[in-house]
């Protein structure tokens, strides 16, 4: 009897708790309809009370937790960790294939009571010529030969079945699609006796849709095709091809939106002026020229027309998306990491001089006004690259809002019209990297140290005195607001 009670307090506590985190109202007469009936080991004291769901509306993340607590306390068995990896498929389709002609595949971890579909497409830049195909090949070969991938993948950020991790996508099917076509998921032609390699990234997406109308997503509401990085890129090239091949297949029922992270690049002049000799150092309008002829790169149809000759320019975020018929959420660091490589800013251990310094804080401008006419958007002033998988991708704001709040209120606007005070549209108008609080910690690239805010703008080569000046302020009321990461 003891240990009853002992029980029966501890679970009064977990529903006071979770009473509490929903806001203490019970007052709805439909939940009261549903009540269970009475507990049948009732322990005195414990109360029992209607929940009232309307109350957690704005503190989902902190609900989600408190109802996971209540399940483990109060059935123990639901504590031991569910197998919750994805498992790899290979395509049955075998003649969709890497570049090494090994099948593609993907990795799913299925959800049956939901009518959600994610399928993130992997990222990790590309290679455009025989030369620096064979590099990656030597270097990269996971990225080009499905010889080697493992049999399960975690879901982490916006693939977690976690709901403390991923509030509002966690319960959805999640598909994993790795990249091994190295072509920004763009080519469509097979190996054969005269190429060394296949690019069929376009084909292998058509493929997995395929395979995955027979699991259950001829059944789905909604299919978010995602990625970052070139698989960023990727959902912008392709967003529109998946929602033709399901409606001329008849799912007219599924609504198809994009999510595209650390894919939106400017073709813009590089700092210093390279020949495409790698990969890294070949500017990016060279580079993707080069591809598109070498992987035989499809584009959006739309797109096609308005370039026609040009299709590369469909390869670029801010000329691709006015072409677009699906809904696209834009996800993008105002200082992405990969956009300086490109354009030949190195930001390893010398200070940068002032003309890379004003380099970076007009590519930041540029890539405001590139974003502005795009409705649904996330871009903090931060250097950094990717984030809808990273384990902090909750962490980081903008002007208050969360990356899956702000996700989620896009869903809830392609439904109903925009709630109040449910942004979509975030971006930071600060002018400097990490200008931002929320920003990820940075870390020395020589000792892998934290560095603060002030110290990386230092070692960025910043200069207070001048930068007080130009913002028409107090270099002491600067330093105060670096200091407190403002």
């Known amino acids: ?3 009853n009670d002992a029980h029966g307090t501890a679970r009064a506590f977990e529903l006071n708790r979770f009473h509490q985190a929903t806001g203490g109202r019970a007052h709805s007469r439909r939940m009261q309809q549903q009540q269970p009936p009475a507990n049948r080991e009732r322990v005195d004291g414990a109360e029992s009370f209607p929940l009232d ?31 919750q990896d994805m498992k790899l498929h290979f395509l049955k389709n075998v003649s969709v294939t890497c570049n090494d002609g090994s099948p593609a595949g993907y990795y799913i971890k299925e959800s049956k ?13 590309y290679c455009f010529n025989r030369q620096t195909c064979d590099s990656r090949y030597e270097t990269m070969r ?36 790795p990249y091994c076509s190295s072509d920004v998921w763009s080519g469509a032609t097979p190996k054969t006796e005269n190429s060394d390699y296949a690019f069929m990234g376009s084909l292998i997406i058509k493929e997995v849709v395929n395979e995955l109308l027979t699991k259950g997503l001829d059944n789905a509401k909604v299919l978010l095709l995602a990625g970052s990085s070139a698989g960023g890129t990727g959902v912008l090239l392709n967003v529109d091809h998946v929602a033709e091949q399901l409606e001329s297949q008849g799912h007219l029922g599924v609504q198809v939106r994009g999510l595209a992270d650390s894919g939106w690049f400017l073709d813009n002049k590089q700092y210093k002026f390279t020949d495409c000799l790698d990969t890294i150092s070949c500017a990016p309008t060279e580079a993707i020229k080069r591809g598109i002829r070498y992987w035989g790169g499809l584009v959006p149809e739309s797109c096609r027309q308005a370039h026609v000759g040009e299709e590369w320019n469909c390869f670029f975020g801010y000329k691709v998306y006015p072409t677009l018929k699906s809904p696209v959420f834009v996800v993008q660091w105002l200082f992405d ?7 030949n800013i190195h930001l390893t251990g010398q200070p940068v001089h002032e003309g890379q310094w004003t380099y970076i804080q007009n590519l930041g401008q540029e890539l405001r006004s590139t974003l502005r006419d795009v409705p649904a958007m996330f871009a903090p002033a931060c250097l950094s690259h990717e984030l809808i998988t990273r384990t ?8 208050g809002t969360s990356l899956p709040r702000a996700i989620h209120c896009w869903d809830r606007s392609l439904q109903t019209p925009p709630a109040r005070g449910c942004p979509l549209h975030l971006i ?12 990820p910690t940075i870390r020395d690239q020589l000792t892998g140290q934290e560095m603060s805010v002030i110290q990386f703008l230092k070692h960025l080569g910043f200069d207070v005195q001048k930068m007080a000046q130009q913002q028409g302020m107090d270099p002491s009321t600067l330093l105060g607001m670096l200091n407190n990461g403002n």
């Open 392 to 399: 902090y991708w909750m962490d980081i704001q903008v002007k």
């Open 113 to 125: 009571g939901s009518k959600r579909w994610l399928l993130f497409l992997e990222g990790g830049w």
């Open 428 to 439: 930071d108008s600060c002018p400097w990297p990490h200008c931002n609080p929320s920003c």
């Open 337 to 343: 990491e990969a956009q300086l490589t490109v354009d």
């Open 53 to 83: 769901f309307t109350a957690v509306e704005g503190n989902m993340d902190n609900f989600m937790v408190q109802i996971k607590n209540l399940a483990q306390s109060l059935y123990p068995c639901s504590a031991q960790k569910l197998d």
């Open 142 to 177: 996971r990225l080009m030969s499905s010889t080697k991938w493992p049999l399960t993948r975690t879901g982490t950020g916006i693939m977690s079945p976690q709901p403390e991790e991923n509030p509002h996508w966690w319960n959805a099917n999640m598909v994993f699609i």
């Open 1 to 3: 009897q003891g240990r």
